[in-house]
């Protein structure tokens, strides 16, 4: 994955002026996530190794990693499009991370081993899947979630529907404003025949996700101010996918709780790979806080 991201963050930063058709091919070669032979590798010398689970949720498999005691309080983390659970899969050798939380990465509806290529644009069947990993840690658990790019408004979406079951939101370059959906014109291309079936099925998905969104986002509207769970939003202020008004949209939308924005200087979509230490100290700071847990 570390390769990975630095291919697309080459190729992201000729957004603005690369074909989309270039971009494809560009990326054509690229895989969104790690099969289980370089996981096994990954960890190989590793003191503590995850698991990897699969429960169903209103029909739909969804898979997902995790580790660290399950005793310990519950901190999942969600991916954006395209991806699969390894896009975290740093955090699981963090060992102040997983000695004080269980830890668990979801592969989200339609990508990894959640059914890969079976798109579910729908941010509350999305958010339902999430909520059913949550459930099977325990009927009373309560999760630290942390949601990157378009797992930010999953998220999201699960402290709406699903209230009882989450702590706190962690939007990492959350897509959530609906005014700042981009309506890309190359989107309906390279999502018909047979333009569809020449692109990896990872982007594929995404593409099929991205293209509703903005509906999807409008949707949500109404249901921000019922979010009464203190989040933290980090932002790129030079992100090009995710622009960082996102951040302010947050801010405004999210009227019932504390709202801690940080805005990284010179900072792109990346943060998981570039800043992971943010997100780290986030999901430390939000141990202390609701878990009373010292370090």
Request: overall charge positive; proline content about 7%.
């Amino acid at each position: 994955m570390t390769s990975t991201i630095s291919k697309l963050k080459k190729t992201a930063s000729w957004g603005s002026v690369i074909s989309p058709f270039l971009l494809l091919f560009l990326t054509s070669c690229i895989s969104f996530r790690k099969t289980d032979q370089e996981i096994a590798e990954y960890f190989k010398d590793s003191p503590v190794k995850p698991s990897l689970r699969t429960i169903e949720a209103d029909g739909r498999k969804i898979h997902y990693a995790e580790i660290g005691d399950d005793s310990l309080p519950l901190v999942v983390f969600v991916h954006g499009s395209p991806g699969s659970w390894t896009a975290f899969i740093d955090f699981f050798k963090d060992s102040t991370l997983y000695n004080h939380a269980h830890l668990i990465s979801v592969d989200r509806l339609g990508f990894g081993k959640s059914g890969l290529g079976k798109v579910e644009p729908s941010m509350h069947m999305q958010a339902l899947a999430v909520a059913a990993v949550i459930k099977a840690n325990g009927l009373s658990s309560k999760a630290i979630l942390v949601g990157h790019s378009l797992g930010g408004p999953v998220i999201a979406r699960v402290a709406m529907d699903f209230p009882a079951q989450v702590s706190t939101l962690i939007l990492v370059a959350g897509s959530i404003d609906p005014d700042l959906e981009k309506k890309e014109w190359f989107r309906p291309i390279i999502g018909s025949f047979p333009m569809r079936y020449l692109i990896p099925v990872d982007l594929d998905v995404s593409n099929h996700e991205i293209r509703p969104l903005k509906g999807e986002l409008i949707q949500m509207l109404p249901f921000w101010k019922s979010i009464r769970i203190p989040v933290t939003v980090i932002q790129g202020e030079v992100d090009d996918l995710v622009p960082p008004g996102n951040a302010a949209f947050a801010k405004k939308m999210l009227v019932n709780v504390p709202v801690s924005v940080q805005m990284i200087p010179e900072m792109n979509h990346f943060i998981p790979w570039r800043r992971p230490d943010l997100i780290r100290s986030a999901v430390l700071e939000h141990l202390r806080r609701t878990e009373n847990v010292s370090y």
